[in-house]
């Protein structure tokens, strides 16, 4: 391929890359995306929460191709402690699917899940959960506790640590800063 027809494929898969396609050339290469990609999404929500002065997290939910689900920190916004950006995304793909449970799916987020996520997540029968950052306070995906990998629930989901983690540091270490 060259560099040109490269560069109009990313342009393509972009365009692409929030609606359902069908089998065609293009959602084979949409398939083959590496974790990144999927998680610059995730990093967009977060983005949002940081806007709106949140803890900046931000998650989406994958299913093949597809997202179903996009959720940004929220919990000030909505007097509400639940409203992570992981509860908000599965709420979402939920609503979408018309399932309370989303096999096969993959949740991106760009900081490690806490254990109320964690719990939720497993509900939900998500496959694999892919993280940027670690949360060594809270993170119920391998710091403080392993709630993903444990076998709770009889449910075991996979887990990728530490795609997109620098990006998603600085965004938390900016909205620190902005507190001091
Ligand atoms: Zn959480």
Known sequence: ?????????????KATRNH?????????????????WWMDEALD??????????????????IGNEVVGR???GPIESCDPTAHAEIRALREACQK?????LPGSI????????????GALLNARV?????????PVGGAAGSIMNVLESGW??????VTAGIGAEESSEMLQEFFERLR
Do not use: W
């Not at 496959?127 to 949360?135: D, I, K, L, S, Y």
């Open 127 to 135: 496959a694999e959960v892919v993280f940027g950052a670690r949360e």
């Open 107 to 118: 949740l991106y987020v760009t900081l490690e899940p806490c254990v109320m996520c964690a």
């Open 45 to 62: 929500q977060a983005r949002i929460a940081l806007a709106k002065n949140e803890v900046p997290v931000g998650a989406i939910l994958r």
């Open 97 to 101: 699917q018309q399932n309370y449970r």
């Open 20 to 36: 359902s396609v069908g089998v065609s050339r293009t959602s084979k290469i949409l398939s083959q995306h590496p974790h990144d």
């Open 71 to 73: 959720g940004h920190n």
């Open 153 to 158: 629930l009889n449910y075991r989901t996979k």
């Open 1 to 13: 391929m060259s560099g040109d027809s490269v560069i109009n494929s990313i342009g393509a898969q």
